[in-house]
């Protein structure tokens, strides 16, 4: 078995078709097909079932795809190791959540890369568990996610405390709960479900949701007045007037936000700069609540913040 062989399976697996693989690859198909073929009689087991318009795994396969990923990722991880210099160079790919994609990260991502001009960095967007699943696919070195993590496989190595609250309207009355509009992520987002959860607490459903991917379009839409939404204070623009942000329940208040890796991974040197970036520039730090009067209505507990 070589690695070349696997790397042609998990081609396959990823596009469900040998002729797809082979385009992707840049191989012969029958190249293909005859790898695919001995690797499956070194085996001793069909790792696809055929059919017409391609091909999918069997439940061996689907075992095998695992540990090939695996692999491949330790061979990597291994010339990594080896080659590494005493500066941070290679390639860093983390994965961002847009609450996270602030002017602040900005700065500590210009920072980085005028310190390791020799770390080719990529930022991949997405939500939550879209993130944690690239991060165990090994498709991104760490990410930034929101929530609890989920998974024994991954491990946190930066946190963010989050002060969550009501993002309207400046100027605007605070929104009836029962027939709000609200300005959403997709689902999956952990400030989505924080607000479905307040909302269930008090007996009632989304009126009606407007949802976006993105955190501009998302303000774009509270700043017209289309609707309110729930958000960290810290991933809001500092010295926005036209935005008011009033305390939720303490129930709903904070959120966690961890930078996250694989457990068992190569932990590269370009990674552990990245890391004492954010600590030296103390990034995502609390910020208080703005224009947020002090018996605002859906601050039942009255808590100071």
Not at 56 to 71: N, T
Not at 228 to 255: C, F, I, K, N, Q
Request: with cysteine; charged share 25%; aromatic share 6%.
């Amino acid at each position: 078995m070589e690695l070349t062989d696997l790397k042609i399976f998990l081609a396959v697996a990823e596009e469900g078709s040998v002729s797809a693989a082979a385009r992707k690859l840049d191989y012969v198909q029958s190249n293909v097909t005859t790898r695919l073929r001995k690797l499956e009689s070194e085996l001793g087991v069909p790792l696809f079932h055929r059919h017409p318009k391609g091909v999918v795994l069997s439940a061996r396969g689907a075992l095998f795809r695992e540990y090939a990923r695996k692999i491949l990722q330790l061979a990597e991880d291994a010339a990594k190791a080896v080659r590494e210099t005493e500066e941070p160079g290679g390639t860093l790919a983390i994965g961002v959540v847009e609450t996270v994609a602030s002017a602040g990260l900005l700065h500590v991502l210009s920072d980085f890369q005028t310190r390791y001009p020799h770390v080719s960095l990529s930022l991949v967007t997405g939500t939550s568990p879209d993130l944690c699943a690239k991060v165990l696919n090994y498709e991104l070195d760490g990410a930034f996610v929101t929530g609890e993590i989920g998974s024994s496989l991954l491990v946190s190595d930066y946190e963010i405390r989050d002060v969550v609250g009501l993002v309207t309207r400046s100027g605007g009355e605070e929104p009836d709960l029962s027939r709000a509009t609200w300005v959403v992520f997709p689902q999956g987002c952990p400030f989505r479900a924080v607000t479905e959860a307040w909302l269930e607490s008090e007996g009632l459903r989304p009126a009606q949701v407007i949802e976006t991917a993105t955190l501009e379009t998302m303000l774009g839409c509270v700043r017209s007045g289309l609707g309110a939404t729930l958000l960290p204070v810290s991933a809001l623009p500092e010295g926005d007037g036209t935005l008011r942000v009033v305390p939720v329940p303490e129930a709903y208040r904070h959120m966690t936000t961890r930078l996250i890796r694989r457990r068992d991974r190569f932990v590269s040197k370009a990674f552990t700069a990245f890391v004492e970036r954010l600590r030296a520039h103390g990034f995502g730090g609390q910020r208080a609540f703005v224009d947020a009067p002090p018996d605002a209505r859906y601050d039942k507990e009255k808590s100071s913040v």
